[in-house]
C-alpha cells in the first residue's frame, strides 16, 4: 500500500440527475433515521423490561446493535456524497477501514442469524430443556464467538487487501468501498487474493445459510408433529419474523457475493446494495416488532411511562 501513487479514491455513486439526487437523498436520510431510532428503540426495551430478559430477545437486541453498526459503517458517507454536487472522495486508508468495518458487521450479522435460528430449534424442538440448553450467558457467549469468529474472517483478506499496489486509475464504481471494485482498480496480481475471498464468501454464506434451513427442517418437522392446527400456527408465528428477516437478507447477498467477479459491472450490484444496505436494515425491526406480542406491549408500557413522566414534571 506505501508504494501506490493514488492516495484517494474517487467513488462514483448512483449515476443520478440533480432533481433525483435531491429526492433521494431525502428518502434514504428518512429511512436511515427510521432504521437508528427503530433499533435503538429495540435495545432500550429489551434492556429495561425484565419479561424481555431471554435469549430470543437479548439475541434480537444484538441483532439491532449490529444493524447500526451495519448502517453506520457506509450511510451517513453517501448521504455526504448525495448531498453535494462534486464527485465523493475517500483516502485509501479511509476506504480500506469502511471496507474492514462493513465486512465484519457483514459477516457477524451471518452468524447472529445462524445463532437466532438454533434457539428457535431448541425451543420447538426441546421445549422442556430450553431454560437449561439456552440460558442467557450461553447465549451472550454465542453472541461473542460471533463476533470473534468474523473478526478472524475479515482479517485475511484485509491482511491481502492492505498489500495492493494501486497506480490510477482511482474511480470506484460504487457508493462504498466494496471489495470487487477495489480488485478492479488495483495494478497488483489479484488472482490469489480473488480466490480467497470467494472462498470466504462461499464458506460463510452458504455455510450459514446451510445451517439455517437445518434448523428450520427440524422445526417444520417438530410443528407438523403438533395434532392441533392453532398449536402449530401458534408455534410457527414464534420464528416467521426470523425466517422473513433471513430470506430477505439471503436473497440480496447471494446475489451479489456469490455471483461477481473482477471482470463483472457493477450497475445491477449497486442497485441490490442500495436495497440491503439502506432498506432491510429499516424493515428488520418492523418486522419483529409487528409480529411479536411482548415487543408491541413493551412499547405501550415504555409510553405509559413516558406520558406519566411528562404529567408529573408539568
Given at each position: 500500500m506505501n508504494r501506490s501513487s493514488v492516495t484517494e479514491f474517487i467513488l462514483l455513486g448512483l449515476s443520478l440527475s440533480e432533481k433525483t439526487r435531491i429526492c433521494i437523498f431525502i428518502v434514504f436520510l428518512l429511512i436511515y433515521t427510521i432504521t437508528i431510532l427503530a433499533n435503538v428503540l429495540i435495545i432500550i426495551l429489551v434492556y429495561s423490561n425484565h419479561q424481555l430478559h431471554s435469549p430470543m430477545y437479548i439475541l434480537l437486541s444484538s441483532f439491532s446493535f449490529l444493524e447500526i453498526c451495519y448502517t453506520a459503517v457506509t450511510v451517513p458517507k453517501m448521504l455526504s456524497d448525495l448531498s453535494h454536487h462534486n464527485p465523493a472522495s475517500i483516502s485509501v486508508v479511509g476506504c480500506f477501514t469502511q471496507y474492514n468495518f462493513f465486512s465484519l458487521c457483514a459477516a457477524t450479522e451471518h452468524f447472529i442469524l445462524v445463532v437466532m435460528a438454533y434457539d428457535r430449534y431448541i425451543a420447538i424442538c426441546f421445549p422442556l430443556r430450553y431454560g437449561?440448553?439456552?440460558t442467557n450467558k450461553v447465549c451472550i457467549q454465542l453472541i461473542l464467538i460471533c463476533w470473534c469468529i468474523s473478526i478472524l474472517s475479515v482479517l485475511i483478506p484485509a491482511f491481502f487487501l492492505s498489500k495492493l499496489i494501486f497506480c490510477g486509475p482511482n474511480?470506484?464504481?460504487?457508493?462504498?468501498?466494496?471489495?470487487?471494485?477495489l480488485l478492479k482498480l488495483s495494478c497488483s496480481n489479484t488472482h490469489i487474493i480473488q480466490?480467497?475471498?470467494?472462498?470466504?464468501?462461499?464458506?460463510?454464506?452458504v455455510g450459514c445459510l446451510l445451517c439455517i434451513a437445518v434448523s428450520y427442517f427440524c422445526i417444520i418437522s417438530a410443528i407438523v408433529k403438533i395434532p392441533s392446527r392453532l398449536g402449530k400456527t401458534k408455534t410457527?408465528?414464534?420464528c416467521a419474523s426470523h425466517l422473513t428477516v433471513v430470506g430477505i437478507f439471503y436473497g440480496t447477498v447471494i446475489s451479489i457475493y456469490l455471483r461477481p467477479t473482477v471482470n463483472t459491472t457493477f450497475q445491477q450490484n449497486k442497485v441490490v446494495s442500495v436495497?440491503?444496505?439502506?432498506?432491510?436494515?429499516v424493515l428488520n425491526p418492523i418486522i419483529y416488532s409487528f409480529?411479536?406480542?411482548?415487543?408491541?406491549?413493551a412499547v405501550s408500557i415504555l409510553v405509559i411511562r413516558i406520558r406519566m413522566q411528562c404529567f408529573c414534571r408539568q
Open positions: 437449561s440448553i439456552m474511480k470506484i464504481d460504487h457508493f462504498f468501498c466494496e471489495f470487487n471494485p480466490i480467497i475471498f470467494n472462498s470466504l464468501s462461499w464458506i460463510i454464506i410457527f408465528s414464534t436495497f440491503y444496505i439502506v432498506v432491510t436494515p409480529r411479536n406480542e411482548l415487543l408491541r406491549k
